[in-house]
């Protein structure tokens, strides 16, 4: 086919030559099928009262935020990059356990009592173990 054959097609408005278009209103986000499992057990925890601990851990530091689900909002945050940390160092169990302490206070302000921890796939062990221990003992239920 000539270049002035697919021109021609074109301009009298063939139909092979029209992309596909997906129906309205099908898209991957209100789908349901397409979301993860874990979003759905996200929002069945917020609804039930319970906030998020997040735990964030890189390298050379640790950051923790109590999250309402339900309406979007942060309740809560600590982390070791804050202008009030004493510690030099924030990848340390020291630095985890002092953060878990303090977010756990500013929670407790905020009314916050319940939550559960989400470990971002981390496995509970050193920094992530005492954020939580911490957390615990800081009077945060979970």
């Known amino acids: 086919m000539t270049l002035l054959a697919l021109c021609a097609l074109l301009l009298t408005g063939a139909e092979a030559f029209s992309a596909p278009v997906a129906p309205r ?3 991957r986000t209100a789908s349901p099928a397409m979301k993860h499992n874990e979003y759905y057990g ?3 925890k917020a609804e039930a009262g319970r906030m998020r601990l997040v735990c964030v851990r890189t390298n050379n530091h640790i950051y923790a935020q109590v999250v309402d689900d339900s309406r979007g ?15 030099r160092y924030g990848g ?8 878990g302490k303090r977010v756990a206070e500013r929670a407790k302000e905020k009314g916050v009592s319940k939550v559960y921890f989400d470990r971002h796939g981390k496995k509970y062990h050193g920094r992530v173990a005492a954020l ?3 957390a615990r003992e800081a009077g945060l239920d979970f």
């Open 25 to 27: 209103g099908l898209s």
């Open 42 to 44: 996200r929002l069945a």
């Open 73 to 87: 909002h942060i309740m809560a945050s600590a982390s070791t990059i804050e202008k009030g940390n004493k510690l």
């Open 92 to 99: 340390n169990v020291a630095a985890a356990v002092d953060v």
């Open 132 to 134: 939580a221990d911490a």
